[in-house]
T-cell receptor, first 115, second 111 residues
Framework: GAVVSQHPSWVICKSGTSVKIECRSL??????MFWYRQFPKQSLMLMAT?????????EQGVEKDKFLINHASLTLSTLTVTSAHPEDSSFYIC???????????FGQGTRLTVV | EDKVVQSPLSLVVHEGDTVTLNCSYE??????LLWYKQEKKAPTFLFML????IEKKSGRLSSILDKKELFSILNITATQTGDSAIYLC???????????FGTGTRLKVLA
């Protein structure tokens, strides 16, 4: 079946540094991918839609300069958390739909801790 | 504004009990409703519902959708400790693969 791979599964970084999270569709091409964030004991909130070859679409309240999204190929989208702060600590997860399927597939998620 | 509301927020039961989780929604141009189980990491897909009145079953889990009243329920019979998780309901508007998630129901099954 379709697989979406996300890397790393967890990362700890210092305040002020940047962290890059990768989301890959392993056996299909994804022109669109989605990035979600989940704070502890809360639900998944859509952050942005990543579009291959064009700019990402951000949800209201999400800072595009802080959460840089690049979808440079049909199988890879990256989310870079720039100048990370402790409040950015969260679970980040991507999803990608495969043409012909009814639901999107989720990556394994990345737990980010900023210290 | 599109939204999904789940109830209860949390639930504690004993093994063998039956639980019913609720999900109500308001969305423009509904396409489907999905249920996921989330333990430590990524959500695990359970069901996708698109039509009213058709029950989906998988083992001890079942779900049904009411598009007129805009809600869905997820039933778990003969609960086991391994059912302890957060159950997420998500709605997919038509024309997009992005999901609107509910708050989730945190289920704990005691031995």
């Amino acid at each position: 079946g379709a697989v979406v791979s996300q890397h790393p599964s967890w990362v700890i970084c210092k305040s002020g540094t940047s962290v890059k999270i990768e989301c890959r569709s392993l056996d299909f091409q994804a022109t669109t991918m989605f990035w979600y964030r989940q704070f502890p004991k809360q639900s998944l909130m859509l952050m942005a839609t990543s579009n291959e070859g064009s700019k990402a679409t951000y949800e209201q309240g999400v800072e595009k300069d802080k959460f840089l999204i690049n979808h440079a190929s049909l199988t890879l989208s990256t989310l870079t958390v720039t100048s990370a702060h402790p409040e950015d600590s969260s679970f980040y997860i991507c999803s990608a739909p495969r043409q012909g399927d009814t639901e999107a597939f989720f990556g394994q998620g990345t737990r980010l801790t900023v210290v | 504004e599109d939204k999904v509301v789940q109830s209860p927020l949390s639930l504690v039961v004993h093994e063998g009990d039956t639980v019913t989780l609720n999900c109500s929604y308001e969305v423009t141009n509904f396409r489907s409703l999905l249920w996921y189980k989330q333990e430590k990491k990524a959500p695990t897909f359970l069901f996708m519902l698109t039509s009213s009145g058709i029950e989906k079953k998988s083992g001890r889990l079942s779900s049904i959708l009411d598009k007129k009243e805009l809600f869905s329920i997820l039933n778990i019979t003969a609960t086991q400790t391994g059912d302890s998780a957060i159950y997420l309901c998500a709605v997919q508007p038509s024309g997009t693969y992005k999901y609107i998630f509910g708050t989730g129901t945190r289920l704990k099954v005691l031995a």
